[in-house]
């Protein structure tokens, strides 16, 4: 097809193309006047060429020619005198025959496109998002996220699963978050929700009869961001199998992963099987769900060891503690610092430590209140060596846990302690099937359509917090990937299930009937997962923050700010929705 924009890519032409008559389109990056010749940098997506205009070219126009409006220039290509080793394009350049500008750049850049050292304010960017999609660097992360939803795709078709796309109007699930909430015109007074995940109907695909379902699917949640997690919606690579089990799932995952990752990266990817850590496993070992295993350090349970501690900050808590080797020469500061972390940053009451000499004598921090014998035994269980540091963190458990997973992190951060350049997963597996809610009443802990271990008769005969489900996370460099469960088919598991967490039969039927009246009719057993594209291309493209690889994200208070986008609208709108504002009680 003949382009009478263009001919070549500017990133594209190379030796070989000397003496040829070309004609390239793109953005004016760079305008250079020496008076008698002109130079311009001329990028498109695929990189930069270098124009030159001279004096004698005839061309008129060049006083209109501004950064960032686009032109397409014809010329011919000579090798360059002055070689630029920088770029690919750097052994030739165009010597221009005629330039005509396409697009004016009629305001003044709010801020310079690829320059670097820039600190540009984020909200300006995200207002001005179509300029900053320009680029290098962000434009190349969303060319990065294009290829790695062809390569999910590809793999989901090399096993042989099918795409099928489900509602966005649906209905409300309790799944974890607030629902996102339309109101019906065609029906006063009530609401569709947009989905937080496709949850029942791939259910459903699987009493329908599809085997294995797949889709890239837009899950919407009315959460606070996060540095790894985008307000509002996201996306996520949803599949389900039937007649599978956990292992089949984790088959599925181990061949899909490692695969994509291979195919976007050159860091030393696990190919599996991955690392298999018990939820309760983690939390004592790593303080979290997620674990970092690029980070060598491990929580130890000091508790029984502190037992009868005349010691006042230890006495009668939960007592956890990291080892870290080679912390001779880390001065007084590095644990003035490290305390002032855990106090500000984690809420902890304070963060204890001592130091261990070549002799392995105990100095400095809490020394003197750690007697022989308990020194002995700290020892012992730890594995102390000389010349390192004992950190400790004393509460009621749960705050016990998390911090020592943060300060963990932390030090891990500070020390260089973590393996560079590759990707290391796991699966976090055991879910506790619930756990109780802030208000002391139980709640699941995961999805609620899981399948409990043991069947109804765990949930017949067991103290609900000490039943576990088929559910399991996969977790890459202290990043939450994907989330799955073996999932619960059975009419009389559903309403137990529910029932534990304080639902009635009726709730039940009311809010997923179709899901409970699918069960009567000969569902297989089926399981799945779904793998979060937004922090996959996050850690592909070696990003910290989410926004940096979705195109026309929100900000951090949930703000599209290049659309104005939550906005007030027309009373008339309102009015066809059945929905009248009552501001004066908003808090």
């Not at 690829?114 to 900053?132: A, T």
């Not at 305390?339 to 105990?362: R, T």
Request: glycine letters at 6%; one cysteine or more.
């Amino acid at each position: 097809m003949v382009n009478e924009y263009k001919t070549h890519n500017c990133g594209e032409l190379r030796q070989s193309d000397v003496n040829k008559e070309v004609r390239l389109a793109g953005f004016v990056q760079t305008i250079r006047n020496l008076g008698k010749m002109i130079f311009i940098d001329l990028r498109d997506q695929n990189g930069i060429t270098q124009i030159v205009i001279s004096e004698e070219s005839g061309i008129e126009n060049v006083k209109d020619i501004t950064k960032e409006c686009t032109i397409t220039v014809t010329g011919d290509v000579v090798a360059r005198s002055s070689k630029n080793d920088k770029i690919p394009t750097g052994d030739i350049e165009v010597i221009a025959k005629t330039v005509t500008i396409l697009g004016k750049c009629r305001n003044a850049l709010p801020f310079e496109i690829n320059v670097e050292g820039q600190n540009v304010r984020e909200d300006l960017r995200l207002e001005y998002r179509f300029l900053d999609l320009r680029n290098e660097n962000i434009h190349k992360n969303i060319l990065l996220r294009s290829k790695i939803l062809k390569d999910f795709r590809n793999a989901m078709d090399e096993l042989e699963f099918t795409e099928i796309q489900t509602p966005i109007l649906a209905n409300s699930s309790p799944e974890g978050a607030r629902d996102f909430l339309v109101p019906s015109r065609l029906h006063p007074g009530e609401f569709y929700a947009l989905p937080q995940a496709p949850q029942q109907f791939k259910q459903l695909l699987m009493v329908s009869g599809f085997e294995k379902y797949y889709q890239i699917a837009p899950c919407f949640r009315d959460e606070d961001p996060r540095a790894d997690r985008s307000p509002g919606e996201f996306y996520q690579l949803d599949f389900e199998m039937s007649f599978a089990t956990q292992e089949n799932v984790f088959e599925v995952i181990q061949t899909i992963l490692p695969k994509v990752f291979k195919e976007n990266s050159d860091w030393k990817i696990d190919d599996g099987p991955f690392v298999r850590i018990p939820f309760n496993e983690a939390m004592e070992k790593y303080g979290t769900d997620k674990p970092d295993l690029r980070n060598p350090l491990i929580i130890s349970d000091l508790t029984e060891i502190f037992e009868g501690t005349e010691f006042n900050s230890f006495k009668d808590k939960t007592v956890k503690a990291i080892f870290v080797e080679n912390m001779e020469e880390k001065p007084r500061k590095f644990f003035d610092n490290m305390s002032e972390y855990a106090v500000n940053e984690l809420e902890a009451k304070g963060l204890a430590w001592v130091k261990v000499d070549q002799e392995n004598n105990l100095n400095g921090g809490i020394s003197k209140f750690i007697d022989d014998n308990r020194k002995a035994k700290i020892f012992e269980k730890m594995q102390i060596k000389p010349n390192s540091a004992i950190f400790f963190i004393a509460d009621e458990y749960e705050k016990a846990v998390k911090i020592a997973g943060g300060v963990r992190v932390k030090l891990g951060q500070e020390l260089d302690l973590l393996e560079k350049n590759v990707y290391k997963f796991c699966f976090i597996v055991d879910f506790p099937m619930y756990e109780l809610s802030d208000e002391g009443t139980i709640d699941f802990n995961h999805n609620p359509f899981s399948m409990p271990q043991g069947g109804l008769e765990a949930l017949n005969t067991k103290d609900p917090l000490s039943i576990y489900a088929y559910q399991y996370d996969a977790v890459c460099n202290g990043y939450e990937i994907l989330s799955g469960a073996v999932r619960n088919h059975d009419q009389d598991i559903m309403v137990k299930a529910f029932e534990i967490a304080g639902y009635t039969e009726e709730d039940v039927k009311g809010r997923f009937g179709a899901l409970f009246n699918a069960f009567s009719y000969g569902t297989p057993p089926h399981a799945g997962a779904a793998a979060g594209i937004d922090r996959i291309v996050m850690l592909l493209a070696k990003e910290d923050n989410i926004r940096e690889v979705i195109a026309f994200p929100k900000n951090k208070k949930a703000r599209d700010l290049l659309m104005n986008a939550p906005s007030k609208v027309f009373d008339k709108q309102l009015e066809e929705v059945h929905i009248k504002l009552d501001l004066e009680n908003n808090n």
